[in-house]
């Protein structure tokens, strides 16, 4: 018999995405139906402009949809909540403000003495211990991103939205900090939908890749990942997955 599987928490059902261009309807992405499960760690991959972000603001409530829903826990979503953060590419973090004081923007809600400790509590989580009291501009790029991770791991949310979170980043920090999300995810389990366009960070961190076609975007594929954390990058089925994603992006034999 099969275990119980963990209850849907994220679930598209036919999704579409409409945009205006110079008076005329732009069709961004073509009805998408997902079912992301509670604790799930899913990667959206596909070509530049075929959606994915549209997507995620979609399943953020920052951008309605043309047609279909999105339902979180079995409730449409209508507008953003803090249960549901996000991080993006650009940090997204405040310049004027410490790291502390980033971290401590979205918890205005608790005790000083909740917050004290949730902050310190997640500034350790993500490695910047020390640095509380430093600014934006006096952190590596990682660190930058890191206090973009922590100010959204803040707030305890059950669904992490992440576009494209280390692609300003060099590729040796990028390992490290997709090493460090997978720890931190293990530990906090929030559901994560995460957007990239590498085929290798998504075969590093999901348990499954949906893989878009070009605009207007559907799902091309979907690979179930099973490897288990920590990952063996020059293993067999390693590099079976990257074919696999290759094919559906249709660029296999591309070069
Ligand atoms: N607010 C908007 N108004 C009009 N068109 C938009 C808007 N937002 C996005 N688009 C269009 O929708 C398409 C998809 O954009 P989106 O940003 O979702 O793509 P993406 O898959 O995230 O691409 P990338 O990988 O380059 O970030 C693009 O053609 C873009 O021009
Ligand atoms: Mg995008």
């Known amino acids: 018999m099969n275990a119980a599987k963990p209850k849907p928490k994220v679930v598209f059902e036919a999704v579409a995405k409409d945009f205006e261009r110079r008076g005329e309807a732009l069709r961004v992405l073509d009805p998408i139906d997902l079912v992301v499960r509670e604790g799930e760690f899913v990667c959206l991959l596909g070509p530049s402009g075929c959606g ?67 902050i310190q509590a997640t500034i350790d989580l993500v490695g910047l211990t020390g640095f509380e009291k430093s600014y934006p501009m006096e952190l590596s790029g990682g660190m930058k991103q890191r206090v973009g991770v922590a100010r959204a791991l803040a707030v305890a949310p059950d669904v992490i939205y992440m576009d494209e979170p280390f692609g300003a980043l060099d590729s040796l920090t990028r390992l490290t900090m997709r090493a460090e999300l997978i720890r931190i995810w293990q530990t906090r389990r929030p ?22 076609s070009p605009r207007p975007g559907r799902i091309a594929g979907i690979v179930e990942v099973g490897l288990p954390h920590p990952r063996d990058l020059g293993s067999s089925r390693y590099g079976e997955i990257k074919n696999e994603l290759y094919e559906l992006l249709g660029v296999r034999h591309a070069i």
């Open 52 to 118: 994915k972000s549209t997507l995620l603001s979609i399943a953020g409530g920052f951008e309605p949809p043309t047609a279909g829903r999105v339902l979180i826990d079995g409730e449409p979503v209508s507008a953003p909540s803090p249960r549901r953060v996000f991080v993006f590419q650009e940090y997204g973090i405040f310049p004027w403000a410490s790291v502390w004081d980033n971290v401590a923007l979205g918890l205005r809600a608790l005790s000083k003495e909740q917050q004290y400790e949730r």
């Open 191 to 212: 559901t994560i939908l995460f957007v990239t366009h590498d085929v290798d960070e998504s075969i590093q961190l999901a348990d499954r890749v949906v893989v878009f």
